[in-house]
């Protein structure tokens, strides 16, 4: 190999070296041509842009969007370039496994929430999708289109050391007291002592911890010994406490009822009726209806849960969740009749 | 759950009756198409790890990556 040879082939490594570095600082974000440039010369030295840098930044878009297919746009207001389309350089590509995972976090974080905790992520999701094959992008994109539901951003958010007092409580099967202010709690939260066994979350997000109520003050409509769910951002921050006093070996265990109710043709005709409760069973009848039977314990969220259904649910029984519906819908007649 | 022991039947039908609404919201929302006693039998297997859970997104990781798991087991 000629000397020329070698030179030729040094500067060709630093061309490509440089266009690289290039890419993967507008990967970091849009950028101004001075900040790219600083950016590359600090990284390279003597061996980055030479005095006429604007003319050689530019012939380095132009090989960047010629050569490898990148498109790199010029936001003219802010003065900004913004790395629009890697082209042939989206090097990155994932297992099928992987490409899940990313729809699952798609549908997890969608685009417009509006959480600011969930900007980051946004950012971090189209960063990774810019990443990666234009035909992979497409499966990507076909897979999110098919994705309804986002994740619940209902509630308050829990109290940490509310949460964490909670857990340890259950773990070593301990009463626990806390402060309550109940959806009827207008004014003062009432002190609760419960038996806690566990801690649930709801597609809404609100996080329940799992109670047998022993004692509350004042007195309310609770009964002693019911299973309670308590939502555990209305639990009073600070308010916690993990007693001495051990769980007894067995729960008393909440009234149990047959559940039975009937969907309509209009949302069961597509035989794809939706389990929302334990040992749910369903018939689907000839003229598109359906009954669906289970066993419940918790009514309240039992009417929460079919109340989505609107007039295309009619509950048969237990006669107590009859009685709750009637209250409901006597309380919407008085609103809307 | 805090141990390893065997549910009683009040524990069992609580810990699915808490966990049905999230998981069959999953269900629907990764088009997993599992039916009731596919779900139950799921959240049985996710329920220590469920324990654990400190959001509902931490929540749906788990019955995510239980359902994955369970899609593994049953292809090999």
Same mark, same amino acid.
């Given at each position: 190999m000629t000397n020329a040879g070698g030179g030729i082939k040094r500067s060709s490594w630093l061309t490509f070296r440089r266009r690289r570095l290039l890419v993967r600082a507008?990967?970091? =974000?849009? *950028?101004?041509? &001075?900040?790219l440039i600083g950016g590359i010369n600090a990284e390279l030295g003597e061996q980055g842009y030479p005095e006429a840098a604007a003319a050689a930044l530019k012939h380095d878009f132009d090989a960047l969007k010629g050569e490898y297919g990148c498109q790199i746009d010029y936001d003219r207001a802010a003065r900004r370039y913004h790395l629009a389309d890697l082209g042939e350089l989206a090097l990155l590509d994932l297992p099928n496994s992987c490409m899940e995972a990313l729809a699952f976090l798609e549908a997890s974080f969608p685009e417009g929430s509006g959480l600011t905790e969930h900007a980051n992520l946004r950012a971090l999701l189209e960063r990774v999708v810019l990443l990666l094959p234009t035909a992979r992008q497409a499966q990507h994109r076909k897979r999110r289109s098919a994705i309804r539901l986002g994740v619940g951003a209902g509630g308050r958010r829990i109290d940490s050391d509310t949460l964490a007092i909670v857990k340890r409580a259950v773990e070593e099967r301990r009463e626990l007291a806390f402060d309550y202010l109940g959806t009827f709690d207008i004014d003062q939260p009432r002190r609760h002592r419960v038996a806690?066994? =566990?801690i649930t979350f709801r597609p809404e997000g609100h996080g329940y911890l799992d109670a047998t109520l022993l004692d509350v003050t004042p007195k309310g409509g609770e009964a002693i010994h019911a299973a309670i769910d308590y939502r555990l951002d209305r639990i009073v921050a600070g308010s916690a406490a993990v007693l001495p006093t051990v769980l007894s070996p067995i729960r008393p265990a909440p009234p149990s009822y047959r559940l039975r109710y009937t969907l309509? &043709?209009?949302? *069961?005709?597509r035989r794809d009726v939706a389990a929302y409760f334990p040992h749910t069973a369903i018939s689907y009848h000839d003229d598109g209806s359906a009954t669906v039977t289970a066993m419940v314990t918790n009514l309240?969220? *039992?009417r929460q849960i079919l109340l989505r259904y609107g007039d295309a649910c009619l509950v048969h029984e237990p006669s107590e969740l009859v009685d709750l519906f009637r209250k409901t819908a006597a309380g919407l007649e008085r609103l809307y009749l | 759950?805090?141990? %390893?022991?065997?549910?009683?039947?009040?524990?069992? %039908?609580?810990l699915l009756e808490g966990w049905l609404p999230l998981a069959q919201e999953a269900n629907i929302q990764y088009g997993w198409a599992l039916d009731a006693p596919a779900l139950e039998a799921m959240i049985l297997q996710a329920a220590p790890a469920l324990a654990q859970a400190h959001s509902s997104f931490e929540a749906r990781a788990i019955l995510w990556v239980t359902y994955q798991l369970q899609q593994h087991e049953?292809?090999?």
């Amino acid at each position: 190999m000629t000397n020329a040879g070698g030179g030729i082939k040094r500067s060709s490594w630093l061309t490509f070296r440089r266009r690289r570095l290039l890419v993967r600082a507008l990967l970091r =974000g849009p *950028a101004t041509s &001075a900040e790219l440039i600083g950016g590359i010369n600090a990284e390279l030295g003597e061996q980055g842009y030479p005095e006429a840098a604007a003319a050689a930044l530019k012939h380095d878009f132009d090989a960047l969007k010629g050569e490898y297919g990148c498109q790199i746009d010029y936001d003219r207001a802010a003065r900004r370039y913004h790395l629009a389309d890697l082209g042939e350089l989206a090097l990155l590509d994932l297992p099928n496994s992987c490409m899940e995972a990313l729809a699952f976090l798609e549908a997890s974080f969608p685009e417009g929430s509006g959480l600011t905790e969930h900007a980051n992520l946004r950012a971090l999701l189209e960063r990774v999708v810019l990443l990666l094959p234009t035909a992979r992008q497409a499966q990507h994109r076909k897979r999110r289109s098919a994705i309804r539901l986002g994740v619940g951003a209902g509630g308050r958010r829990i109290d940490s050391d509310t949460l964490a007092i909670v857990k340890r409580a259950v773990e070593e099967r301990r009463e626990l007291a806390f402060d309550y202010l109940g959806t009827f709690d207008i004014d003062q939260p009432r002190r609760h002592r419960v038996a806690p066994y =566990g801690i649930t979350f709801r597609p809404e997000g609100h996080g329940y911890l799992d109670a047998t109520l022993l004692d509350v003050t004042p007195k309310g409509g609770e009964a002693i010994h019911a299973a309670i769910d308590y939502r555990l951002d209305r639990i009073v921050a600070g308010s916690a406490a993990v007693l001495p006093t051990v769980l007894s070996p067995i729960r008393p265990a909440p009234p149990s009822y047959r559940l039975r109710y009937t969907l309509v &043709a209009q949302v *069961a005709r597509r035989r794809d009726v939706a389990a929302y409760f334990p040992h749910t069973a369903i018939s689907y009848h000839d003229d598109g209806s359906a009954t669906v039977t289970a066993m419940v314990t918790n009514l309240w969220q *039992a009417r929460q849960i079919l109340l989505r259904y609107g007039d295309a649910c009619l509950v048969h029984e237990p006669s107590e969740l009859v009685d709750l519906f009637r209250k409901t819908a006597a309380g919407l007649e008085r609103l809307y009749l | 759950m805090p141990d %390893q022991k065997p549910l009683t039947q009040p524990e069992r %039908q609580r810990l699915l009756e808490g966990w049905l609404p999230l998981a069959q919201e999953a269900n629907i929302q990764y088009g997993w198409a599992l039916d009731a006693p596919a779900l139950e039998a799921m959240i049985l297997q996710a329920a220590p790890a469920l324990a654990q859970a400190h959001s509902s997104f931490e929540a749906r990781a788990i019955l995510w990556v239980t359902y994955q798991l369970q899609q593994h087991e049953h292809d090999r």
